[in-house]
C-alpha cells in the first residue's frame, strides 16, 4: 500500500455537510489546458514528446466530454490492457494485466485518468452518469465474489486507490476497508467468525476516511489510540483485546463527529462516492504537485481511482501484508528484496507502527505461499521484463496480488539491472540503455552521504545542492585563506556570501563550497559542477562576517576550527564531521554500459575543461575533445595576476604590450599540457570572455599591493577600478569586445596556442586546436577579429618556417541576434558552439546570478516548467538554437555544430540539441557519461 496514508494535512477546519465536498483540497481555479492535448482523445495515449504549459493545479490535460469512464478487471471479464497506462494509471494497467495472466488479484475496477480531468474540467464535481456506472461495476463485482456491498450476512468491502500513468508513490490517497458501519462491523464479525478482526477493519476506515475524505488531523484518532492501548496494558496495536477495538470505534466516531459535524456516514455508497472525489482532489494536492514537479512528470489527465475487493491480511496469524522488490532496489542484485507483516494491513508496512520481518522470513512462517510468491517474482519479471516493485496481502493462507509497478532503483541499481537483463536475454541493449535514467548515473561517480551515514546528524540549514558530491572541512571566508590553509594541510570548505573568477584558486583548494546566495548556474556552482565538486548555494539562512571569520546559522556561531559537511545533491549543512561514502571502480557494469551508448550515440560527448587535471579525467569518462577550454580561470594563478593587472593599469599600448608579453609563456605552457592530456582529440579555446573588472583588486588592502607593484598611487589605482565599473558588465566591455578595443589581448592569446600546437607536434603530440572567439553580435565583428586571428597564426608559422597547421576558427552563438543572423555569422565561422547560459540570459532578460530571489514563484505558479538555465527552454531559446542549426549550414554545408552551455550536460537538453543536429555536446567531466548515455538515447528516440 502507498505511503499516502500517513501524510496529514497542515491544518485540521471544521467541516460540515454544507462544505465538505470543499475540503480536500486548497486549490485555486483550474489553469486550461493546452491546445494540443485538449484535442486528445478519451482512449489515446498522450504523446509527452512536446511538454504542455503545467498547470500547477489543475489537471495537466483536459478531458474528452464522454466516453467509457469505468473498466473492470476480474474472472468473470477483464476489459482493460497494460498498454492504456494514460487511461487507466499504471496500477490499474496492471491489475487487468495481472488479472489477464492468471495471477490472483482481488477483482475490481478501474475509474479513467480522462474522468479525472472532467471531474476538474466541469467545476470539481463527478461527471455525469459516473456513478451509475460505478453502480453498474459493484453489481458485476457482488456476483463474481457472492458478497454484497452493505449486506450484513456476507458483506463486500472495498479498497479506493490512487494510479497515474507514472508511479508517484505515496503522493495521493487510499482509502481501505470501505463498506464498513455500525451494522455492517456485526456482519462482517459473524461471517468471519472473527469479532476482533472487524472491528480492527472498522477501526481503520474510520481513521483514513476521516483522515484522507473529510481532513481531520490523524494525530485526534491517534490520542485515543493511545488513551485505549493504556488502559489495557496494550505494547502494540495487535495486543489490543476485543472489547478496547470496539470501545476505540465509538471513540473515532465521536472524533469525527466534533470535527466533521455530523455522524460518520452509514451508506456505503456515499462512503465510496466521497472517497473517489477524495482521491481526485489529491491529484492537486501539494505533496502531488511537487512530486511532478520535481521529477519533471507533465501531459497527463490526471489519477486513475481503483476500487477493488478488500483481501485480509489481518484475520490472524495467518494472514499478513507485504512490499517487496524482484531485485535489490540499491544495489540491483538479483534476490528477493522486501518486508512483510504477519496479522497487518498494508498502512502497516510503510507507517512503521511495526518492525517488518525481511521477506526470507516468510518460508519460515508460511513455505507454501513463499514458494507462491517466488513464482509471482519470476512471472512478473519476465512478463514485464523489468524489476518490480509488488504488493501483497495473505489472508488466511491465501495470496493476494494488490499492485505491481516498474520499481524505483538508485543509478547503480538500474545500471546494473539493465545489464544482467541482457545477459539473460529479457532485453536488448537499446532497451538496457532507455531504461536508465541519463542523471542518476552522477550517483556512481562522487562521494556521497549515504542515508547511514546521516543518520542521527544535526542539518543546520538546507540551501539548493549545486554540484553533487559530499564534503568536510574546517571553514574558510575568504579564497587566500582557503588557499593558504589547503597548502598547510587542512580540509577546508570556502564559505562566502557569493563567489567571483578572484576566488578561483581558493575554490579550488577547498574540498567543497557553501555560499549563502546564488542559484544553480551562478559563478560558484558552475565552476564547482566543472571540477566535480560538492557544492551547496543559496543557503539564505546563513549569516557572514568574513572579517571577523564567522558564520552564524540556527542561532549558532561557527568559526574557523569549526568542523562542517556539506551535501551536494540534497543542500543540507550538516554539523561536524560526516562520514562520505566513495564510488568503487568504475569498470564493469558502468563499462559496458558506455560501451553500448557509443555504439547507439550519433552526437560526440566533450568536456568543459581548464585544466591538464580537468582533461585527463574527463578522457577517464569518456569524452572525445573539449568543447569549451576557459582561458580566463589561468589568469588567477600564481604570478599571473599581477601581469593580467598591470596590463589593465597600463597607460599606453606599449605597457599593456610589456605586460602582456609576460602572460605569454604561461599561456603557452597550458596550453601544451592541456592539448597533451587531449592528444588526438580536439580542444576548442575561447579567448578571453569576462570584463576586465572581475580581474582588478577591489579591498583597500589588495590594492596597496598592486600599486606598490606597479610604482603608481593607490589613488591611480582606486581611479582605474573606478573607470572599470560598469552598471550591467554582462552586457558591457567583454568577450569580442575587448578584442576589438585590446587587439594584442586577441594576438598573444592566440599565438601562445600556436606556439604550443607547434610544440606538441614536435613532440609527436597530435594537437588539435580551435580557437573560439565569444559574445559575436555581427558578421564584420566576427570578420575583423577572424582576419587578426589568422594573421596571428601565419605571422607565428612564418616565424618557425613551418607550415600553418589546420586550426579552425568559429565563434560561439550566445547573443540572439547571432542566431537569427546566423546565416551572415556562418560566412566567417567554421564552426559555432552555442554558449547556451547567455543566450537564455539574454533571451529571458534574465540574470542566472540573481534569478533565485524569483525563480521558485514562477515554479510554483506554473509561469515555468522548470529553471531555463538549468535544462534548455525549447520553445524560447531552443528555436534560437534551431534557427542557428539551419540557417548557419544553409551558408556552410559542414559548419560544425556544438553546444558549451551547462544544458550540455542535461539529458533533456541533449535530446532536444540531437533533433537539432548538433555534432556534439560539452558538459563538466563528471557529466561526462550522463552526456554519453543520454546520446544515445537521443539517438534512439
Known amino acids: 500500500m502507498p505511503p499516502s496514508t500517513l501524510r496529514r494535512p497542515t491544518k485540521t477546519t471544521k467541516v460540515t455537510k454544507h462544505t465538505k465536498r470543499a475540503k480536500a483540497t486548497n486549490a485555486p481555479k483550474v489553469t486550461k489546458a493546452p491546445k494540443a492535448v485538449r484535442a486528445a482523445k478519451a482512449t489515446k495515449a498522450l504523446k509527452p514528446t512536446k511538454a504542455p504549459a503545467k498547470g500547477v493545479r489543475g489537471p495537466m490535460s483536459s478531458a474528452p466530454k464522454s466516453g467509457k469512464m469505468v473498466f473492470y478487471f476480474g474472472r468473470t471479464k477483464c476489459e482493460g490492457k497494460a498498454e492504456q497506462k494514460l487511461l487507466l494509471g499504471g496500477k490499474g494497467a496492471n491489475l487487468a494485466d495481472m488479472t489477464s495472466i492468471g495471477l490472483p488479484v482481488p477483482p475490481g475496477f478501474t475509474i479513467t485518468t480522462d474522468t479525472c480531468a472532467r471531474y476538474y474540467t466541469e467545476g470539481r464535481r463527478l461527471p455525469k452518469g459516473l456513478l451509475d456506472e460505478v453502480r453498474g461495476h459493484i453489481a458485476t463485482l457482488e456476483k463474481e465474489l457472492g458478497k454484497k456491498l452493505g449486506d450484513m450476512r456476507n458483506p463486500l468491502l472495498v479498497s479506493v486507490r490512487s494510479g497515474a500513468a507514472v508511479s508517484m508513490p505515496g503522493m495521493m490517497d487510499t482509502v481501505l476497508n470501505l463498506g464498513l458501519n455500525d451494522l455492517v462491523v456485526l456482519g462482517l464479525a459473524e461471517a468471519t467468525g472473527n469479532r476482533r478482526f472487524a472491528f480492527d477493519a472498522f477501526r481503520r476506515l474510520i481513521n483514513m476516511f476521516g483522515d484522507v475524505v473529510m481532513g481531520v488531523d490523524h494525530h485526534h484518532f491517534e490520542r485515543e489510540f493511545d488513551a485505549i492501548k493504556t488502559k489495557y496494558g496494550a505494547a502494540s496495536d495487535t495486543d489490543v483485546p476485543t472489547v478496547g477495538l470496539e470501545e476505540l470505534c465509538f471513540a473515532y466516531k465521536r472524533v469525527y463527529r466534533e470535527h466533521v459535524g455530523e455522524e460518520f456516514p452509514q451508506d456505503p455508497m456515499k462512503q465510496l462516492e466521497l472517497s473517489i472525489e477524495a482521491v481526485f482532489k489529491s491529484w492537486n494536492g501539494d505533496r502531488a504537485i511537487s512530486y511532478r514537479n520535481i521529477n519533471d512528470i507533465k501531459g497527463l489527465n490526471g489519477t486513475a481511482v481503483n476500487v477493488q475487493a478488500m483481501a485480509y491480511g489481518n484475520m490472524g496469524d495467518d494472514s499478513g501484508t507485504g512490499v517487496a522488490f524482484t531485485r535489490d532496489p540499491s544495489t540491483g542484485e538479483n534476490i528477493f528484496y522486501g518486508e512483510f507483516l504477519v496479522n497487518a494491513q498494508g498502512e502497516d508496512v510503510v507507517a512503521g507502527i511495526r518492525t517488518p520481518r525481511p521477506i526470507s522470513e516468510m518460508d519460515d512462517w508460511m513455505p507454501a505461499v513463499y514458494k507462491q510468491l517466488l513464482k509471482v517474482r519470476s512471472t512478473l519479471e519476465k512478463h514485464y521484463k523489468d524489476m518490480q516493485d509488488i504488493e501483497f496481502t495473505v489472508e488466511k493462507g491465501k495470496l493476494f496480488m494488490l499492485q505491481t509497478r516498474n520499481g524505483k532503483r538508485t543509478g547503480t541499481a538500474a545500471v546494473r539491472v539493465a545489464v544482467e537483463m541482457v545477459k539473460e536475454k529479457l532485453i536488448d541493449e537499446k532497451t538496457a540503455l532507455k531504461r536508465i535514467p541519463a542523471g542518476d548515473l552522477t550517483q556512481l561517480l562522487l562521494p556521497s552521504f549515504q542515508a547511514k551515514d546521516t543518520a542521527g546528524v544535526t542539518v543546520l540549514t538546507k540551501g539548493i545542492g549545486a554540484s553533487p558530491g559530499a564534503a568536510t572541512g574546517k571553514l574558510a571566508f575568504t579564497a587566500a585563506e582557503a588557499v593558504e590553509r589547503a597548502r598547510a594541510g587542512e580540509q577546508v570548505l570556502l564559505v562566502r556570501k557569493e563567489t567571483s573568477p578572484e576566488d578561483v584558486e581558493g575554490m579550488h583548494k577547498a574540498v567543497g563550497i557553501l555560499t549563502s546566495t546564488g542559484g544553480k548556474t551562478s559563478h560558484a556552482a558552475v565552476v564547482a559542477v566543472g571540477w566535480g565538486k560538492c557544492c551547496v548555494v543559496g543557503a539564505g539562512e546563513l549569516s557572514m562576517d568574513t572579517e571577523a571569520g564567522t558564520m552564524t546559522v540556527a542561532g549558532r556561531t561557527f568559526g574557523r576550527q569549526d568542523v562542517l559537511s556539506i551535501d551536494g545533491t540534497t543542500g543540507e549543512v550538516m554539523l561536524g564531521s560526516v562520514t562520505r561514502t566513495v564510488p568503487e571502480s568504475l569498470g564493469g557494469d558502468f563499462a559496458t554500459i558506455m560501451q553500448w551508448a557509443d555504439r547507439h550515440a550519433r552526437m560526440k560527448v566533450r568536456t568543459n575543461a581548464d585544466t591538464p587535471a580537468d582533461a585527463r579525467r574527463a578522457r577517464e569518462f569518456g569524452a572525445v575533445g573539449i568543447g569549451l577550454c576557459r582561458t580566463e580561470h589561468m589568469f588567477f594563478e600564481g604570478d ?51 570584463p576586465l573588472h572581475e580581474f ?11 600599486a606598490q607593484e606597479a610604482g603608481v598611487p593607490v589613488s591611480e589605482v582606486k581611479r582605474r577600478v573606478a573607470q572599470l565599473h560598469e552598471h550591467n558588465p554582462m552586457l558591457g566591455h567583454r568577450g569580442c569586445r575587448l578584442a576589438v578595443t585590446y587587439p594584442e589581448i586577441l594576438v598573444m592569446q592566440v599565438r601562445a596556442i600556436v606556439e604550443a600546437t607547434l610544440h606538441c607536434l614536435e613532440q609527436g603530440i597530435d594537437a588539435q586546436p580551435e580557437i573560439m572567439i565569444p559574445l559575436v553580435g555581427t558578421r564584420r565583428e566576427l570578420a575583423s577579429l577572424r582576419d587578426l586571428t589568422a594573421r596571428t597564426i601565419a605571422e607565428v608559422c612564418a616565424e618557425r618556417g613551418v607550415k600553418a597547421p589546420k586550426i579552425p576558427i568559429g565563434t560561439m552563438i550566445e547573443i540572439p541576434r547571432a542566431a537569427v543572423t546566423a546565416d551572415e555569422i556562418a560566412e566567417a565561422a567554421e564552426f559555432f558552439s552555442f554558449g547556451t547560459n547567455d543566450l537564455t540570459q539574454m533571451t529571458f532578460g534574465f540574470s542566472r546570478d540573481d534569478i533565485g530571489s524569483f525563480l521558485p514563484a514562477y515554479i510554483v505558479k506554473g509561469l515555468l516548467d522548470k529553471d531555463p538555465f538549468q535544462s534548455i527552454d525549447q520553445d524560447g531559446v531552443g528555436q534560437l538554437v534551431r534557427m542557428a542549426c539551419v540557417k548557419g549550414r544553409q551558408a556552410r554545408e559542414k559548419l560544425k555544430l556544438g553546444v558549451c552551455g551547462e544544458h550540455g550536460g542535461d539529458p533533456a537538453s541533449i535530446r532536444f540539441f540531437g533533433s537539432c543536429g548538433l555534432d556534439y555536446v560539452s558538459c563538466s567531466p563528471f557529466r561526462v557519461p550522463v552526456a554519453r548515455l543520454a546520446a544515445a538515447q537521443a539517438a534512439m528516440a
Open 640 to 690: 599571473r595576476i599581477k601581469a593580467v593587472r598591470q596590463m589593465i593599469l597600463a597607460s599606453d599600448r606599449d605597457d599593456r604590450e610589456s605586460a602582456i608579453a609576460k602572460l605569454l609563456p604561461f599561456q603557452r605552457e597550458d596550453f601544451v599540457g592541456i592539448f597533451t592530456a587531449m592528444d588526438g582529440y580536439p580542444v576548442t579555446v575561447r579567448l578571453l570572455d569576462p
Open 696 to 706: 582588478v583588486p577591489h579591498e583597500h588592502a589588495q590594492q596597496e599591493e598592486l
